[in-house]
DNA sequence: GCCGTTTTCGGCCCGACTGTTTTCAGTCG
């Protein structure tokens, strides 16, 4: 059993437990442990069979441990089938109606009879939904509405949607009100999620009604969804959610920390207020006492005041940090500005845009000191993959190129199929060629856990194999993540030597957040890379850089933050010596 | 249901907006 499906269990039985007027307490305990399991980057399975104790994990205890023990070891939990006895089926469906909480969906059945969307679409039709005491005829439009729109609308969205609409949306409501001088795109974006559920916007401006009236009236808005003094979300044509909120600018950092989240980091941040006499709102602290208010200009400010180290954006999930940030351990994670050099892109000799020349300009032009040339090897036919002939001819324009552009090193490099059955694309003695070999799976990705296991860790084993490439081979929203064992892949990356890439393209984030946090304490080195296709594409060491931070890597985690003598020396190495220490401060 | 430099019992974040109400419950984030 995944450890998506048993959060999935848990996250029932909070919905459940919620129409049952449960005390509040237990429902969020209840959710918490769903949020907690569906990000633990171990199988909780496997931790049950190696009889380990599960209430170590924070947010797990007694009862919530033996409930996942029973799941895992009956496939079932009698709790949740004694629960789901007392609710007509399907009715979680109805609770997922935006407007429709637990009190009002227990109403429209017990009162009504409805247990499904088309039976609560009936009784807003024939007036019975509005006829109810507390209810109205308001209530009934607004519900209809929420129909059409939860059927029309799909979940979360990828992360490189969400930002190239918030860009659209950001320069528009600048233009449209020219007052704003801060617009600051909080929430899950500033966190750098691999999907968004809602854009969350801060506008520092002295009109404030103004810059929300022009949200609510951009042509873009499908629907106001609410609209006051303090804030306005509308739905966007697109059926994006946004949420925008005004402050003045001596208030942003109250008002930056709590629009950011996530949730359970504001939770706990307002917790450790408490315990100073103090509660956090998002217009600053307020003395418990005297009910004064201390403001904040900057979010830094305010978690210096709260006692703690400041918590970059990328790391508030509610997990560790803010324990960590109280105790001085959050480390200096990573920055883009660290990153020497990237080690995958591609040119027109396979399937990238531009030619080798303009990449290295480019490359060179963003302050790089190298970069490795990896076009497709010729397996990837339908990517114009390199022949071997094909392959020695690039690597003899690497090295003009590199004497042509100046000031940059040039590494001959190959992005190689791993083959369905392990074997490589290129043989031995081509590969030892090669600067720097980039190993990843583009084909058979539906293949058993345990044969892509194997499968990738003999690639792992190869002498030249310097990396694996977007090792889960998922594009966000649209393709899974290749089945493995990944715990033993990062063993075998660290015991071989072989690096892990984390692809910077927005479409990928690949290695995903857990994984980066996983493999590295187990060893693994990591390096950052942009897979660009094109010369705008180099900006993917920012989105890479990110999502390094979101696995917590410092610049010592990461292979190419070396600069280029000390990653030269590096390569010099036998891949058996290889670590990054090893480099670093020669 | 979880948790503990204040606690093994008694706490558990905080506020905006809406609709149906004359003071607030429900929902959301």
């Given at each position: 059993?995944?450890?998506?499906?048993?959060?999935?269990?848990?996250?029932?039985?909070?919905?459940?437990?919620?129409?049952?007027?449960?005390?509040?307490?237990?429902?969020?305990?209840?959710?918490?442990?769903?949020?907690?399991?569906?990000?633990?980057?171990?199988?909780?399975?496997?931790?049950?069979?190696?009889?380990e104790d599960l209430t170590e994990i924070?947010?797990?205890?007694?009862?919530?441990?033996?409930?996942?023990?029973?799941?895992?070891?009956?496939?079932?939990?009698?709790?949740?089938?004694?629960?789901?006895?007392?609710?007509?089926?399907?009715?979680?469906?109805?609770?997922?109606?935006?407007?429709?909480?637990?009190?009002?969906?227990?109403?429209?059945?017990?009162?009504?009879?409805?247990?499904?969307?088309?039976q609560l679409e009936a009784v807003v039709?024939?007036?019975?939904?509005?006829?109810?005491?507390?209810?109205?005829?308001?209530?009934?439009?607004?519900?209809?509405?929420?129909?059409?729109?939860?059927?029309?609308?799909?979940?979360?969205?990828?992360?490189?949607?969400?930002?190239?609409?918030?860009?659209?949306?950001?320069?528009?409501?600048?233009?449209?009100?020219?007052?704003?001088?801060?617009?600051?795109?909080?929430?899950?974006?500033?966190?750098?999620?691999?999907?968004?559920?809602?854009?969350?916007?801060?506008?520092?401006?002295?009109?404030?009604?103004?810059?929300?009236?022009?949200?609510?009236?951009?042509?873009?808005?499908?629907?106001?969804?609410?609209?006051?003094?303090?804030?306005?979300?509308?739905?966007?044509?697109?059926?994006?959610?946004?949420?925008?909120?005004?402050?003045?600018?001596?208030?942003?950092?109250?008002?930056?920390?709590?629009?950011?989240?996530?949730?359970?980091?504001?939770?706990?941040?307002?917790?450790?207020?408490?315990?100073?006499?103090?509660?956090?709102?998002?217009?600053?602290?307020?003395?418990?006492?005297?009910?004064?208010?201390?403001?904040?200009?900057?979010?830094?400010?305010?978690?210096?005041?709260?006692?703690?180290?400041?918590?970059?954006?990328?790391?508030?999930?509610?997990?560790?940090?803010?324990?960590?940030?109280?105790?001085?351990?959050?480390?200096?994670?990573?920055?883009?500005?660290?990153?020497?050099?990237?080690?995958?892109?591609?040119?027109?000799?396979?399937?990238?845009?531009?030619?080798?020349?303009?990449?290295?300009?480019?490359?060179?032009?963003?302050?790089?000191?190298?970069?490795?040339?990896?076009?497709?090897?010729?397996?990837?036919?339908?990517?114009?993959?390199?022949?071997?002939?094909?392959?020695?001819?690039?690597?003899?324009?690497?090295?003009?190129?590199?004497?042509?552009?100046?000031?940059?090193?040039?590494?001959?490099?190959?992005?190689?199929?791993?083959?369905?059955?392990?074997?490589?694309?290129?043989?031995?003695?081509?590969?030892?060629?090669?600067?720097?070999?980039?190993?990843?799976?583009?084909?058979?990705?539906?293949?058993?856990?345990?044969?892509?296991?194997?499968?990738?860790?003999?690639?792992?084993?190869?002498?030249?194999?310097?990396?694996?490439?977007?090792?889960?081979?998922?594009?966000?929203?649209?393709?899974?993540?290749?089945?493995?064992?990944?715990?033993?892949?990062?063993?075998?990356?660290?015991?071989?030597?072989?690096?892990?890439?984390?692809?910077?393209?927005?479409?990928?984030?690949?290695?995903?957040?857990?994984?980066?946090?996983?493999?590295?304490?187990?060893?693994?080195?990591?390096?950052?890379?942009?897979?660009?296709?094109?010369?705008?594409?180099?900006?993917?060491?920012?989105?890479?850089?990110?999502?390094?931070?979101?696995?917590?890597?410092?610049?010592?985690?990461?292979?190419?933050?070396?600069?280029?003598?000390?990653?030269?020396?590096?390569?010099?190495?036998?891949?058996?010596?290889?670590?990054?220490?090893?480099?670093?401060?020669?």
């Amino acid at each position: 059993m995944t450890n998506g499906e048993i959060a999935e269990v848990f996250e029932r039985i909070s919905g459940l437990l919620e129409m049952k007027g449960e005390k509040s307490f237990t429902i969020r305990a209840y959710q918490r442990a769903s949020r907690t399991i569906e990000r633990l980057p171990t199988e909780v399975d496997a931790m049950v069979r190696n009889d380990e104790d599960l209430t170590e994990i924070p947010g797990i205890g007694k009862a919530i441990s033996e409930k996942i023990s029973e799941l895992v070891n009956t496939g079932a939990l009698q709790y949740l089938v004694r629960l789901k006895d007392e609710f007509p089926p399907g009715i979680l469906d109805l609770m997922q109606i935006p407007g429709l909480g637990p009190k009002t969906t227990v109403r429209v059945w017990k009162e009504l009879g409805v247990t499904t969307v088309d039976q609560l679409e009936a009784v807003v039709d024939d007036g019975s939904l509005a006829a109810l005491p507390r209810l109205g005829k308001k209530s009934a439009e607004n519900i209809r509405k929420s129909i059409k729109f939860a059927r029309s609308k799909s979940d979360r969205v990828p992360i490189a949607r969400a930002m190239s609409v918030t860009r659209q949306l950001t320069n528009s409501l600048r233009e449209g009100c020219p007052g704003i001088s801060q617009l600051i795109v909080c929430g899950s974006l500033r966190r750098f999620e691999e999907t968004i559920g809602d854009v969350d916007l801060i506008c520092v401006t002295e009109d404030g009604d103004k810059a929300l009236n022009t949200l609510a009236e951009l042509p873009d808005v499908a629907d106001v969804l609410g609209h006051g003094g303090a804030k306005t979300s509308v739905v966007l044509k697109s059926g994006l959610q946004v949420d925008m909120r005004v402050t003045p600018a001596d208030q942003l950092g109250a008002m930056l920390q709590y629009f950011t989240g996530n949730l359970q980091h504001n939770v706990m941040l307002r917790d450790r207020a408490n315990s100073l006499g103090l509660s956090l709102n998002e217009y600053g602290l307020k003395d418990v006492e005297t009910g004064d208010l201390e403001t904040f200009v900057d979010e830094e400010s305010l978690y210096d005041r709260l006692g703690m180290q400041f918590v970059p954006p990328e790391i508030r999930m509610g997990e560790s940090e803010v324990s960590a940030a109280l105790a001085g351990n959050i480390p200096k994670l990573v920055d883009v500005s660290d990153l020497k050099g990237d080690l995958h892109a591609h040119t027109d000799w396979s399937d990238g845009r531009d030619p080798m020349e303009t990449m290295v300009e480019a490359a060179k032009a963003r302050g790089l000191e190298y970069i490795a040339m990896t076009d497709h090897s010729v397996g990837r036919g339908i990517a114009n993959g390199l022949s071997i002939e094909r392959l020695k001819g690039h690597m003899a324009l690497v090295r003009e190129v590199e004497a042509a552009v100046g000031g940059i090193r040039v590494f001959c490099g190959t992005e190689m199929d791993i083959r369905a059955d392990g074997s490589l694309d290129y043989a031995d003695e081509i590969l030892k060629e090669l600067d720097w070999v980039v190993a990843s799976v583009h084909s058979a990705m539906g293949q058993d856990a345990a044969v892509m296991t194997e499968r990738v860790i003999a690639a792992m084993k190869n002498p030249y194999v310097s990396a694996i490439g977007h090792l889960s081979t998922r594009l966000i929203g649209e393709r899974k993540p290749i089945e493995a064992d990944y715990e033993a892949i990062f063993r075998a990356a660290a015991d071989t030597g072989t690096v892990l890439e984390i692809n910077g393209s927005l479409e990928r984030l690949d290695l995903k957040d857990i994984h980066i946090a996983r493999a590295r304490e187990l060893g693994a080195m990591l390096v950052i890379s942009t897979d660009a296709h094109m010369t705008e594409s180099l900006r993917n060491l920012d989105h890479g850089a990110r999502q390094a931070r979101r696995g917590w890597c410092e610049a010592k985690h990461i292979l190419n933050t070396l600069d280029a003598k000390q990653f030269g020396a590096w390569l010099a190495m036998d891949k058996s010596e290889r670590s990054i220490k090893s480099a670093a401060h020669a």
